[in-house]
């Protein structure tokens, strides 16, 4: 790559496209390069840290301190509490965050961050384990930390091979992939997310089935005997456009949609409601993931659902299988406009 700039005018959009596409493919070969570079070291350093009894104290300067925050950030997300430590304010009395139990991450791209020299020595007082991140072996990153993961040298995108952009997306991807490896080696479960993230879009796409839903006082259920003047009142009166079909028993034997009542528009004053459902209709758990639930709504192209407990049936059934859902007895129901209206679409 040339060191010489040559300027792109406001105007030249080809130029402006080409360049972009540039920058994007040096830093994907550097993403390829990273990961046939792993090894024992990124094994090591995982086990380290996933040993942790506190927290993971991630530190970093300069652009590596930004990718530092970024990484102790996904650690806490993902069930690992991690918090950030700027070196440089280290020296003056944040050290004492640093404890017994912690694990420090260390991440300097030349290795040499003068500022990390008291935090190398804080740690080493107190045996505390240095996980270090750099490019450089024998870099004061490599030689101060208990295992080191050796970046490869990146070539950065920037024209004249300075500005950081190759090689702290280096830095970001691994910290990506330390997090997610720590998640599995942990078992963090959906579960476990949901509680990290009770509110935003992610707590929104955890959220079950039983929050967003109308309860059992909003069910348009009628009985399987009822004449279709009735069920056709209490469709409307409803205002979800079905009713379901319930035995003495209580449990959903079908459902009655406005194409079902279309297909028998011309003996509807002379049928009842057994008469005219569907029946094994498509049901939600109440304890469904809600993008889960939205999903499946989509897919069996229905706008409308009855929810069922948690013990109901897995609605990623094959039709075959959909007779095991009649015997159900329906807690809620959902409509599509309630996702969106929500925020999840």
């Known amino acids: 790559m040339s060191h010489s700039v040559v300027p792109i005018t406001v105007g030249a959009s080809n130029l402006i496209i080409s360049r972009a596409r540039e920058v994007i493919e040096i830093e994907a070969r550097t993403l390829d390069l990273l990961g046939a570079s792993l090894g024992a070291s990124f094994t090591k350093g995982c086990q380290i840290l996933a040993g942790a ?11 590596s301190g930004h990718i530092a925050r970024k990484i102790a950030a996904t650690l806490s997300a993902t069930g690992s509490p991690a918090m ?20 420090v991450l260390a991440i300097s791209n030349s290795g040499n961050t003068a500022e990390l020299q008291v935090l190398f020595d804080h740690t080493e007082r107190w045996g505390i384990p240095v996980v270090g991140m ?20 990146a070539t950065e995108a920037c024209s004249a091979n300075i500005a950081p952009t190759s090689s702290t997306t280096q830095q970001l991807a691994l910290g990506d992939a330390i997090a997610m490896v720590l998640m599995d080696m942990q078992g963090v479960s959906r579960e476990s997310l949901k509680a990290l993230h009770p509110g935003g879009s992610i707590g929104l796409r955890l959220a079950s089935v039983s929050q967003l839903m109308h309860g059992s006082d909003k069910l348009p259920l009628v009985d399987l005997n009822l004449p279709m003047d009735d069920v056709i009142t209490c469709m409307t009166s ?12 209580g449990r959903l034997a079908g459902i009655i949609t406005d194409g079902d009542l279309r297909r028998h528009f011309k003996v509807l004053d002379q049928v009842c409601a057994r008469e005219v459902m569907t029946p094994c209709p498509k049901m939600l758990r109440a304890d469904m993931a809600a993008e889960d639930a939205l999903r499946f709504l989509n897919d069996a192209q ?44």
Request: glycine letters at 14%; proline letters at 4%; one cysteine or more.
């Open 53 to 63: 009894t506190g927290r993971i104290i991630v530190a970093g300067v300069g652009k």
């Open 84 to 103: 950030y430590l700027h070196p440089g304010e280290a020296a003056h009395g944040d050290l004492g965050m640093v404890v017994e139990g912690d694990v």
């Open 134 to 153: 750099t490019s450089y072996a024998e870099s004061l990153v490599d030689r101060r930390s208990t295992v080191c993961i050796l970046l490869p040298i």
């Open 238 to 249: 409803m205002g979800f456009g079905i009713a379901g079909v319930v035995d003495q028993a």
């Open 302 to 345: 229905i706008t409308c659902a009855f929810v069922v407990g948690e013990d109901g049936p897995n609605c990623a059934v094959v039709e075959d299988e959909m007779v095991a859902t009649i015997n159900q007895i329906p807690v809620g129901i959902i409509h599509v406009h309630d996702f969106l209206r929500s925020g999840l679409s």
